[in-house]
């Protein structure tokens, strides 16, 4: 069964930085959300915490395509992260989580799992 | 223990790369050395002795430097000429005193051999061997109108083309009925010769000189035992050489008929505490005229006095490849197939100029020599085949014959065994070369670096590279010159591309010039560019998402993600306040603390968020940013100086200052560090960094291209009492030629080792200005000082700006939840993950 979501705004589109990312606080912790005018769709979220260093780095990377897809450099170890999946590229046993973005009027929001309270409220 | 004393006598090109060796080995401790040398200069490069007349000086040519000697307490006696031994004392005696020994190393070389032919001793009767000697024929070439040279092999060539550059119409004279009777056969001597006279140098072969008198329409007259004669102004004696063994004759150690001190496979002589290398030696009743086998003994001798008798001199490949005269020649082996049973294959294009012979075993499976003459591109391939004793193809002649005649393909690299020698000058082999990258070096520079390759006589150049680039695609590493896939180019074109097209987006150059959205490679890249050409704030909208990290928020970023803050602090020099200032702040934000090695202080653990507060902080104090995130100027570390200083001779400080405040903020391929020290004593280790300055009685002296960390290389000397005005000029031009030429993440150190032409090309564009682009060098450095801003202080005073650097952008009031911290030694400090 597919936990309970909800679309959490997060921020809105003056904070996002053309071709490079922002880091937000949600409640499943830090989330790096990516803005690719270039591209469609152009919104992507991964978590911002650096599966190599443990360390919240990773809207702070580089963005860009490697043979088309579209990925971040972690700006610690520079290994790439695919913004589709989270798998590395370089290693494809490690993986940061993919999170469902999507824009509501001005308003960005992302889809997390609803926590407690909510779910039993919703 | 005292120590026991060794004795090197020569200070030619074999005894320095004795030296190299013996003292980079653990018995060079027990040893007091003293090296004698009978020329009042220090070892240099004989081979390329020749670049004397085109412009080389002793400094260019050298082998080491007496710095080296000095660091290593070689006791080094020039202009010294050892005149005796005596072996039962076991000393050894000099027109100044007399030395004792308990190792002795003759390596003093061999001399030119002058025919006995009446006359020979007359003025302008020259040899062709040591400076002295270059110098003495230039001095008799003033007035001369022709030159003679006696000897038509290889060196006797050589000289002739130095006499054609000197100006003077050029003879060879030769005994035999062909040039390079060694190394050549009938057929190619007579195509080299027919190329050589093409050149305007007259050949006389089978002419035997009588005598040499005095000339009537020139100086001298050469008579022939045919009767004939030939009048010229200078004569060259190039007629062999002979082993400079007269030291041994004298002293009883056993000598060849011949001549030439015997020596066993250990390179000792018939006396174990004598020893015998390069030129002088004879072992197997061969003496060696080339400089690698030299080497080779120098390396069997260092080995053998370590107490390492498994390494053994075994003989040496004589196999030779030239320009000579601009002409290809090259011999191989046994080129005149002597091996009994031995086949030719001829290839010989005369209306191409082209002469190719292959000598091959009687079962057709091996190459056992070869000669080519006219085009030598046959011959690194062809050497491989002998040399390692690959098998031939079925049809061997195809290794000879043109492509359009179904020639083979060179020999790929791929092909040649791990044991194949590449370069044979240092003893590199295939497997030393893949050990290297191995090890990981990831350019054609930092092998030749690390294994010497191709740092001898430079004959296996394109080898190496070849081997090089095969090992690195091998590896997956990307030997192509695109910067990335987004680029079909090198960062230098693409500099191109934007300053000729006025670029100033990334956007508009991909779109233009390449494909996709870039990456983590290019984008930088092209930052950097736009940087150096148009010098924008970094932080404008277009340029944010290409910097890395560091540049994004003007700070390094450290393994927990937070950052350090490294203000300016030019030549090192602060006020009390400010170090006040420093302190304070730090304490505030509780910021690690830590003085660097490029004189100044680093303040690590800030958030982001709380980059732009420090900064207001520091920024009110005077600070400036320090460009430590930065592929730009880092710090000019200088000496305290004549201020201060009882030995100082010019204010290395002041020029610190000076030259920090000149070039801070340039962005450049890569970091760039310098130096200022003011006398020679060099306590600022300007000669470590890319740009050092030390200071003399008359001014200032540039090094360039020097580097510490991960792979040292001492600067070389650019340029010598330099005023302050020509000093920052000098700077100026190299900087910004660097900045246009380099690849990207280049340091001036690789850059300099990848030049084509070197330090030599490098001064002539910058000190000569060959290529007519200094003005505008200056210019564009100028260009960059006048818009200098501090990052810092613009991005403090932008709100927009500012946005960037919050942690969250939704909960300014949420702390990063990973940062762990403790304390040592008195500071906080992030917890270090138990691996
Ligand atoms: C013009 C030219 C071009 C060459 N081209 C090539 C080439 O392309 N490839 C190649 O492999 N080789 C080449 N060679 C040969 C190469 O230079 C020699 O093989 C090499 O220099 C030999 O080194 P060595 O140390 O044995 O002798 P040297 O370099 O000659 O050094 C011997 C030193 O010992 C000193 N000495 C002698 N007697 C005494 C004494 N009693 N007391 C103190 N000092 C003494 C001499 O003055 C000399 O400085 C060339 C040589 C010349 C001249
Ligand atoms: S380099 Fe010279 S001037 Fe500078 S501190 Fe050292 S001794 Fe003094
Ligand atoms: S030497 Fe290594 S550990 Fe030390 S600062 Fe440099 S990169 Fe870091
Ligand atoms: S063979 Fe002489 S430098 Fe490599």
Redesign the pocket.
């Known amino acids: 069964m597919k936990p309970r979501t909800r679309w959490e705004a997060v921020c809105t589109v003056d904070d996002l930085v053309p071709e490079s990312g922002i880091a937000v606080w949600t409640e499943e912790g830090p989330v790096a959300v990516f803005y690719l005018p270039h591209r469609l769709p152009a919104l992507f979220a991964i978590s911002h915490t650096d599966p190599f260093s443990g360390a919240n780095v990773l809207a702070r990377g580089i963005t860009g395509d490697l043979k088309g897809e579209p990925v971040v450099a972690s700006p610690l170890y520079k290994q790439h992260f695919s913004l589709l999946t989270g798998v590395c590229l370089e290693d494809d046993t490690v993986r940061v989580k993919t999170y469902p973005v999507l824009l509501d009027g001005n308003q960005i929001r992302l889809e997390v799992r609803a926590n407690q309270r909510e779910s039993i409220a919703a | 223990m005292s120590k026991k004393t060794l004795i090197v006598v020569g200070n030619g090109m074999v005894g320095h790369h004795f030296l190299e060796q013996f003292c980079a080995s653990p018995a060079a401790a027990d040893f007091e050395i003293i090296v004698f040398g009978e020329e009042k200069q220090l070892a240099y490069d004989r081979v390329h002795l020749s670049e004397y007349f085109g412009g080389s000086s002793h400094a260019d040519l050298a082998m080491g430097t007496l710095e080296w000697y000095t660091e290593q307490g070689i006791q080094l006696h020039l202009n010294e000429q050892v005149t005796g031994i005596n072996r039962e004392n076991r000393t050894l005696e000099t027109p100044r005193g007399s030395y004792r020994y308990d190792e002795l190393v003759l390596a003093t070389g061999s001399y030119p051999f002058v025919p006995p032919i009446k006359g020979n001793d007359r003025p302008h009767c020259l040899v062709y061997r040591t400076l002295d000697d270059l110098d003495a024929i230039r001095a008799s070439s003033e007035g001369a109108r022709t030159g003679v040279v006696v000897g038509g092999g290889l060196l006797g060539l050589e000289a002739a083309n130095a006499l054609k550059s000197l100006g003077l119409e050029a003879h060879v004279v030769e005994f035999a009925p062909r040039l390079m009777p060694v190394q050549l056969d009938a057929d190619g001597g007579a195509l080299l010769r027919h190329k050589i006279e093409e050149l305007g140098v007259q050949v006389h072969t089978e002419k035997a000189t009588t005598a040499i008198t005095e000339g009537e329409d020139a100086r001298l007259r050469m008579n022939f035992s045919d009767e004939s004669f030939l009048e010229t102004d200078l004569i060259v004696f190039s007629a062999g050489i002979r082993p400079q063994d007269a030291l041994a004759r004298a002293s009883g150690l056993e000598i060849g008929e011949r001549g030439g001190i015997v020596i066993d496979n250990h390179c000792t002589t018939s006396d174990p505490h004598v020893h015998a290398i390069g030129e002088c030696a004879l072992w197997e009743q061969k003496i060696f005229g080339l400089v690698?086998p030299g080497y080779t003994m120098a390396r069997t001798l260092s080995s053998a006095l370590n107490g390492d008798r498994d390494t053994a001199f075994t003989g040496a490949d004589m196999s030779t490849k030239l320009k000579l005269l601009g002409v290809d020649v090259g011999s191989i082996g046994d080129a005149h197939a002597q091996t009994p049973g031995a086949r030719n294959i001829r290839f010989n294009d005369e209306q191409a100029g082209h002469y190719r012979r292959m000598v091959i075993s009687e079962d057709g499976k091996t190459l056992l020599g070869a000669i080519l003459v006219g085009d030598n591109s046959h011959y690194d391939t062809l050497l491989q085949y002998a040399l390692n004793g690959i098998t031939l193809p079925e049809n061997p002649e195809t290794l000879i014959l043109p492509e359009s005649q179904g020639g083979a393909p060179a020999l790929g690299p791929d092909a040649l065994p791990e044991t194949a020698s590449i370069?044979?000058?240092?003893n590199v082999t295939k497997g030393d070369i893949c050990g290297a990258i191995d090890a990981g070096c990831s350019d054609l520079g930092s092998v030749k670096a690390e294994t010497k390759?191709?740092?001898?006589?430079?004959?296996?150049t394109a080898l190496l590279k070849n081997v090089v680039d095969s090992e690195l695609e091998k590896r997956g590493v990307e030997v192509s010159k695109d910067l990335c896939e987004h680029f079909p180019y090198s960062r230098q074109e693409l500099f191109h591309l934007v300053k000729v097209n006025g670029i100033r987006t990334f956007r508009t150059l991909i779109s233009q010039h390449g494909k996709g959205h870039g990456c983590d490679i290019c984008k930088p890249a092209v930052a950097s560019i736009l940087a150096t050409c148009w010098n924008e704030h970094i932080l404008a909208t277009d340029h944010v998402p290409l910097q890395d990290t560091n540049d994004t928020f003007m700070a390094n970023m450290q393994k927990n993600g937070t950052y350090s803050i490294v203000p300016r602090i030019p030549g090192g020099e602060i006020t009390p306040d400010k170090l006040i200032v420093l302190g304070e702040v730090a304490k505030e934000y509780d910021l690690y603390t830590k003085i660097t090695g490029g004189q100044r202080v680093d303040l690590f653990g800030a958030t982001l968020s709380q980059l732009p507060e420090i900064w207001e902080k520091l920024i009110a104090a005077g600070f400036e940013t320090g460009h430590a995130y930065g592929k730009s100027l880092r710090t000019v570390k200088s000496c305290v100086g004549n201020t201060w200083c009882r030995y100082g001779v010019q204010d290395s400080v002041g020029m610190a200052i000076r030259l920090e405040d000149r070039y801070k903020g340039l962005r450049a391929p890569h970091k760039v560090k310098m130096a200022v020290s003011g006398c020679t004593r060099e306590c600022a280790e300007a000669q470590s960094k890319d740009f050092g300055v030390i200071a003399t009685e008359n001014g200032w002296n540039l090094y360039v291209c020097g580097n510490g960390g991960m792979r040292p290389r001492h600067a070389d000397l650019f340029a010598t009492d330099l005023s302050d005005e020509e000093l920052i000029r000098t700077i100026d031009r190299v900087v910004m030629f660097y900045v246009r030429t380099a690849d990207r993440l280049q340091r001036t150190s690789v850059w300099m080792e990848n030049l084509e032409g070197g330090l030599e090309y490098l001064k002539q564009v910058v000190l000569e200005d060959s290529l007519g682009i200094g003005a505008e060098l200056e210019e564009h450095m100028e260009g960059i000082v006048g818009t200098y801003q501090c990052e810092w202080k613009t991005a403090v005073e932008d709100p927009e700006k500012r946005k960037r650097f919050r942690e969250f952008v939704n909960a300014p009031s949420q702390c990063d939840p990973v940062q762990e911290w403790t304390v040592e030694r008195g500071q906080r400090r992030p917890v270090l993950e138990s691996a």
């Open positions: 690698a370069c044979s000058c240092h390759a191709s740092t001898g006589c430079g004959g296996c």
